[in-house]
């Protein structure tokens, strides 16, 4: 059964702190690893990654990737309050696109950040 | 914002009733899913579509069944709701292109008395 768990369940800071939020995964096949941003609303994507090694940067926020650990780090830095959400990573299963496995997504529980002023 | 809702946002409904959420997608987009969202239990897949007509069980399956007649639309059946399926319920859909992610609706919350 593939599993992802993330850590920590939940975060505390002041805006203008940096944080890492990181997501360790057990898959059979795994094709990519996906975060997302949840505000009180729908899950809205952030990065995808699929190879080890390559940081992947939007902004204030950055992803790496590590298969051989099986582990991926988000980091936000110089934390706005606007950044208050729930985190969530996800792997998605290797399968061409039109297979019937496509897109069949594990999820972990969700990092709750809260940025205080 | 992709084109996916879902209806009705928010339903109360008694132990015992069936009950269908819709999900509606504008984008012509081949696959579509059903979640649930618990706390502490992050979003876990109930049905998903791969096609018209084509339909498989997700982690959490039992109690639900699921229809998609036309690409459009996936619908959400909870054939006798019971409190446990108490929950938020997100639809997402997702392109064919290799590297497409998903894209999430609105979610509808759903109570069972």
């Known amino acids: 059964e593939d599993k992802v768990v993330q850590s920590p369940l939940s975060l505390v800071v002041h805006e203008g702190d940096t944080v890492t939020l990181n997501c360790s995964y057990e898959?059979?096949?795994?094709?990519?690893l996906l975060w997302y941003k949840q505000e009180k609303k729908a899950p809205t994507f952030l990065f995808m990654l699929?190879?080890?090694?390559i940081e992947k940067k939007s902004g204030r926020l950055s992803s790496i990737l590590d298969k051989k650990e099986l582990f991926s780090i988000l980091n936000i830095t110089a934390t706005q309050t606007g950044d208050s959400a729930v985190y969530l990573c996800?792997?998605?299963?290797?399968?061409?696109?039109?297979?019937?496995?496509?897109?069949?997504?594990?999820f972990g529980q969700g990092t709750i950040l809260t940025v205080h002023p | 914002d992709a084109g996916i809702t879902q209806s009705p946002r928010h339903k109360v409904t008694e132990t015992g009733t069936p009950v269908t959420l819709r999900c509606h997608q504008t984008?012509?987009?081949?696959?579509m899913y059903w979640y649930r969202q618990d706390p502490g239990h992050g979003l876990r897949l109930i049905h998903y579509?791969?096609?018209?007509?084509?339909?498989d069980k997700g982690e959490v399956s039992d109690g639900y069944s699921v229809s998609r007649s036309k690409t459009e639309d996936f619908l959400l059946t909870l054939e006798s709701a019971t409190s446990s399926q108490t929950s938020v319920y997100f639809c997402?859909?997702?392109?064919?292109?290799?590297?497409?992610?998903?894209?999430f609706g609105p979610g509808t919350r759903l109570l069972v008395l």
């Open positions: 996800a792997v998605a299963p290797a399968g061409f696109a039109g297979g019937t496995s496509y897109g069949k997504l594990t």
């Open positions: 997402a859909i997702q392109g064919e292109r290799v590297g497409e992610t998903q894209y």
């Open positions: 984008e012509n987009h081949r696959y």
């Open positions: 579509s791969y096609g018209v007509k084509d339909t």
């Open positions: 699929t190879s080890s090694g």
């Open positions: 898959v059979t096949n795994f094709r990519s």
